[in-house]
C-alpha cells in the first residue's frame, strides 16, 4: 500500500483526526510539523505561539506519533522529506488562516500536482470550503459536528529510516521565549479542561462570563486548544451537548446548569460562523468589509495614541488594567477584548488593522477568522452590524464593582477612593494628593474626552451608513455573510442596526 505523509498544522492530537485515521491504513505513514519562516515573520506573530505549539509537538511524539519537526519553506520542506521518505499521498487538514497560509497552499498543492503525490484534504471545523452561500450552513454545521468522530488512535506504521531528530528550540531559531505563563499544552490538558468545565466551573458560565474577575474561572479558557486543535470543535460540541442531555434530566440545580451550559454551546456555533466569513472573503484581514468605510479612518492614525492604546496608558483605568492584564498573561476575557477594540475605534479613531495586529501578537488563542471579523465588527466597518460603543467608565462600574481588577493592574491607583476609581480624573487636586496620585504625574490624564470623541464617531459613521451606496452595500454583504438560522442570532441583525445577541460577543477573537 502507498506511503503516506500527514502534514500537522492546527491540529496537533490523536483523537478525532481525519488525517491520520486515514493514513493508518497505510503501509508506512509519518507525520510532519513545519516551522515555516512565513509564519514566524508574519505580524501577528508572537514566540508564545510556537513555545505553546512546540510543547504540544512534544506531547504527541511522547504518546508514541512518528513525528519529524522541520525548519524551512514549503513546499521544500515536502521536496527534502521525500527524498528519505518517498511518500505518495498527503493527507491534511483544511486551515482558515492568514493570506500567507493561502498562498503556501497553493503551492504546496502545485509541488503535488508535480510530484505525482494525492494530496486530501479535511475539514475539522464547521467551516465549508468553496461554499456558494449562506442558506443551509447551521444544518452542514450540525450534521458535521454531530457526525461520528474519526477513528484513533491506533498509532502509525512509522516510516523505516527517518530519524526523528530532537525538537528546535525558540533560541535557536533566534526568538525569545515568553515570560508569560503559558497554559498546560496537549491533548490530555486540553480534556482535562474540558471535562472541568463541564463537570463544575462551568455551572455560573453565563453570570461569570463578562467580568475579567470572575470570567478567570468561569470561562472555558478552551480558546487556546482549539486555536491549535489539541481537541476538535466536535470532540467539544458532543461533550457539551451529552453533559446538556444528562443534567437537563436532573433536579433544578441540574437543569440551571445545563441552561449554562446552553449559552456556551451556542458560542461553539458562532466560532466556526465567524471563522467562515474569512474562508469565504480571504481579504477582509486586510480591507474593509465594508468599502464605503475605506478612507474614514486610516488617514487620521494618531501613532501616539496607539502607542498609548499599546501601553495601557490612555488615562481609562479599566482599558488600562484590560491591556496590562492581557500583555501579562496572553489572555483576556470577551467582554474586556471587545471594549479594548471599541476604545481603540471608535474614542481614538484608529483602523483596525494595526490593533488588531497588536492583539494578535497578544492573544494566545489567536484564531485569524474569528479575530480579522471581529476586529471590523467592533470598529464599525462591517456595515451590517450595530455600532457597539463601550463606555471604559461603565464597564468598570459594572465589572469590577469593587476595583479589585482595577487595582490589581494598576498599582499606581491603589489610594484612590472606590468611587473615583473609574474616573480618577474626576478627583479634586486635593484629593489627589491624599490618595497619593497626581493626575498627569503617577497616573496619566485621559487620552480623550469620552463624550466628545464618541460624538464624533457616531456622527461620521451613522452620516456614512445613511449613504444609497453604503446601503446597497450592506444588503450585499449580509447576503453573503449574514447568517440565516432563526435559532442563532444574526449577525447583522433583521435590520442593519439590530445589535448582535450576547452569545455572538463570547466568541470574540475565539475566546470562550
Not at 512565513?38 to 506531547?59: G, I, N, R, Y
Not at 480591507?287 to 499599546?310: I, K, P, Q, V
Not at 435559532?487 to 475566546?511: E, H, I
Request: glycine share 8%; charged share 20%.
Amino acid at each position: 500500500m502507498a506511503a503516506a505523509l500527514v502534514w500537522l498544522k492546527r491540529d496537533l492530537r490523536l483523537h478525532d483526526h481525519a488525517a491520520l485515521a486515514a493514513a493508518r491504513a497505510c503501509e508506512q505513514a509519518l507525520a510532519l510539523y513545519v516551522i515555516e519562516p512565513a509564519w514566524l515573520q508574519s505580524p501577528e506573530f508572537d514566540p508564545q505561539h510556537l513555545q505553546f505549539a512546540l510543547a504540544c509537538v512534544e506531547d504527541l511524539r511522547a504518546q508514541g506519533l512518528p513525528l519529524v519537526v522541520r525548519v524551512g519553506d514549503m513546499p521544500q520542506v515536502l521536496q527534502a522529506v521525500q527524498a528519505d521518505f518517498p511518500f505518495t499521498q498527503l493527507f491534511s487538514h483544511e486551515e482558515t488562516g492568514p493570506l500567507w497560509t493561502w498562498d503556501r497552499d497553493r503551492a504546496v498543492a502545485a509541488w503535488c500536482r508535480q510530484a505525482g503525490v494525492a494530496w486530501q484534504e479535511f475539514p475539522q471545523t464547521g467551516v465549508v470550503r468553496r461554499l456558494r452561500q449562506r442558506s443551509g450552513w447551521a444544518g452542514r454545521w450540525a450534521a458535521r459536528m454531530n457526525a461520528p468522530q474519526a477513528p484513533g488512535p491506533a498509532g502509525l506504521a512509522g516510516a523505516i529510516g527517518v530519524a526523528l531528530a530532537p525538537l528546535p528550540d525558540l533560541s535557536s531559531l533566534g526568538l525569545t521565549p515568553t515570560t508569560r505563563p503559558l497554559p498546560a499544552a496537549g491533548e490530555a490538558a486540553a480534556q482535562a479542561l474540558l471535562d472541568d468545565f463541564l463537570q463544575q466551573r462551568g455551572a455560573d458560565y453565563r453570570r461569570t462570563l463578562s467580568s475579567p474577575l470572575t470570567a478567570e474561572q468561569g470561562c472555558s479558557r478552551l480558546s487556546p486548544h482549539l486555536a491549535f486543535g489539541t481537541l476538535s470543535m466536535r470532540q467539544v460540541h458532543q461533550a457539551t451537548e451529552a453533559r446538556i442531555a444528562t443534567l437537563a434530566a436532573g433536579q433544578a440545580e441540574d437543569r440551571r446548569f445545563a441552561h449554562a451550559l446552553r449559552g456556551f454551546a451556542g458560542r461553539l456555533r458562532w466560532h466556526c460562523h465567524f471563522m467562515q466569513k474569512l474562508e469565504d472573503e480571504p481579504q477582509i484581514e486586510l480591507r474593509n468589509f465594508a468599502r464605503s468605510c475605506d478612507g474614514l479612518r486610516e488617514g487620521d492614525f494618531d501613532t501616539t495614541r496607539f502607542a498609548a492604546w499599546c501601553e495601557g496608558a490612555t488615562g481609562y483605568p479599566m482599558v488600562d488594567a484590560c491591556m496590562r492584564s492581557l500583555r501579562a498573561t496572553g489572555w483576556l476575557n470577551f467582554r474586556m477584548r471587545a471594549m479594548l477594540v471599541s476604545f481603540a475605534a471608535y474614542h481614538l479613531w484608529l483602523h483596525w488593522r494595526e490593533p488588531g495586529l497588536f492583539l494578535a501578537r497578544q492573544f494566545l488563542d489567536f484564531e485569524p477568522g474569528i479575530h480579522w471579523s471581529q476586529m471590523q465588527m467592533q470598529s464599525g466597518t462591517t456595515g451590517i452590524n450595530t455600532l457597539r460603543m463601550y463606555s471604559p467608565i461603565k464597564q468598570a462600574q459594572d465589572h469590577d464593582p469593587q476595583g479589585l481588577f482595577i487595582r490589581r493592574w494598576l498599582p499606581e491607583l491603589a489610594g484612590v477612593p472606590l468611587a473615583k476609581l473609574a474616573a480618577p480624573w474626576t478627583m479634586s487636586p486635593a484629593e489627589q494628593r491624599a490618595s497619593g496620585c497626581v493626575i498627569g504625574r503617577d497616573y496619566p490624564a485621559p487620552i480623550v474626552d469620552q463624550t466628545t470623541a464618541l460624538r464624533q464617531a457616531r456622527d461620521r459613521l451613522y452620516a456614512l451608513r445613511g449613504t444609497a451606496a453604503a446601503r446597497h452595500e450592506a444588503d450585499a454583504i449580509q447576503r453573503r455573510h449574514g447568517s440565516r438560522r432563526s435559532g442563532l442570532p444574526p449577525s447583522g441583525g433583521r435590520t442593519r442596526r439590530t445589535a448582535p445577541a450576547a452569545s455572538a460577543q463570547a466568541t470574540l477573537f475565539g475566546d470562550a
